[in-house]
């Protein structure tokens, strides 16, 4: 009897240990990258658990390749790959198995105190539709646009998928307004041009401020990747 009480404690301190273990076990996620302007950072590590590195490169407007990264718990970490001082880190929504990673210099006196911080964006056919759009708002203020006879609107941070316009002219173009909401209440008409949207190309649209102009700027980068149909879809 004595040597079964002395046992049990010695399993319940074990227990802790083990689901410990457990969290601590990194996740994969397939992440593709992308800079918002011209401004981009130096190559990167992610790092998760033991000795996994993934190197990541991008470059500005253009989204990078598939890179197959791993999650600790909830999170991505970033690391400089010339001094491996943390550069970025970011929170990754349950259920979410593929994301493009938007990074952007963190402001100076912010609450991040990490050179860099990482928007994520679902990559889904839900979030990023075929022949479509995913608008994401990097301005300070509101955001209201016109994809084809879509009129939408974001506040600041926000970001949605648009469908792909079912009024389009001969060659599948069709009117694309972005305008932007100052300080003062008035509304700044940023871009007004026509884009072509044809099956197997989505637009990944990045509204935000130059930072070296001080103007609103939208940059529709262009992505052919294919995604398989979502159940029930």
Same mark, same amino acid.
């Given at each position: 009897?004595?040597?079964?009480?002395?046992?049990?404690?010695?399993?319940?301190?074990?227990?802790?240990?083990?689901?410990?273990?457990?969290?601590?076990?990194?996740?994969?996620?397939?992440? +593709?990258? /992308?800079?918002?302007?011209?401004? +981009?950072?130096?190559?990167?590590?992610?790092?998760?658990?033991?000795?996994?590195?993934? &190197?990541?490169?991008?470059?500005?407007?253009?989204? #990078?390749?598939?890179?197959?990264?791993?999650?600790?718990?909830? &999170?991505?970490?970033?690391?400089?790959?010339?001094?491996?001082?943390?550069?970025?880190?970011?929170?990754?929504?349950?259920? /979410?198995?593929?994301?493009?990673?938007?990074?952007?210099?963190?402001?100076?006196?912010?609450?991040?105190?990490?050179?860099?911080?990482?928007?994520?964006?679902?990559? #889904?056919?839900? &979030?990023?539709?075929?022949?479509?759009?995913?608008?994401?708002?990097?301005?300070?203020?509101?955001?209201?646009?016109?994809?084809?006879?879509?009129?939408?609107?974001?506040?600041?941070?926000? #970001?949605?998928?648009?469908?792909?316009?079912?009024?389009?002219?001969?060659?599948?173009?069709?009117?694309?307004?972005?305008?932007?909401?100052?300080?003062?209440?008035?509304?700044?008409?940023?871009?007004?041009?026509?884009?072509?949207?044809?099956?197997?190309?989505?637009?990944?649209?990045?509204?935000?401020?130059?930072?070296?102009?001080? +103007?609103?700027?939208?940059?529709?980068?262009?992505?052919?990747?294919?995604?398989?149909?979502?159940?029930?879809?």
């Amino acid at each position: 009897m004595r040597l079964l009480i002395a046992i049990v404690p010695a399993l319940l301190f074990l227990l802790p240990a083990t689901g410990v273990a457990q969290e601590e076990k990194g996740k994969p996620i397939t992440c +593709r990258f /992308i800079s918002l302007g011209n401004d +981009r950072p130096p190559e990167l590590l992610n790092i998760g658990d033991k000795d996994f590195e993934a &190197k990541v490169k991008m470059r500005a407007g253009l989204i #990078s390749q598939e890179v197959q990264c791993m999650m600790m718990g909830n &999170k991505l970490s970033f690391i400089s790959a010339d001094d491996r001082k943390p550069a970025a880190e970011a929170a990754i929504p349950d259920g /979410i198995g593929e994301a493009i990673l938007v990074f952007a210099r963190a402001p100076k006196g912010g609450k991040n105190k990490l050179p860099w911080r990482i928007f994520v964006i679902e990559d #889904s056919p839900k &979030k990023f539709p075929n022949g479509g759009a995913h608008v994401a708002n990097f301005h300070g203020g509101n955001l209201r646009f016109v994809i084809g006879e879509q009129k939408l609107g974001l506040k600041a941070g926000g #970001s949605r998928g648009v469908d792909r316009p079912e009024k389009r002219d001969d060659f599948n173009m069709a009117p694309v307004i972005f305008q932007f909401e100052g300080k003062d209440g008035k509304w700044t008409t940023a871009s007004e041009t026509r884009l072509r949207f044809a099956p197997g190309l989505r637009y990944l649209m990045l509204a935000y401020v130059d930072p070296q102009t001080g +103007r609103p700027r939208i940059t529709p980068v262009k992505d052919f990747k294919q995604h398989a149909p979502e159940e029930g879809g």
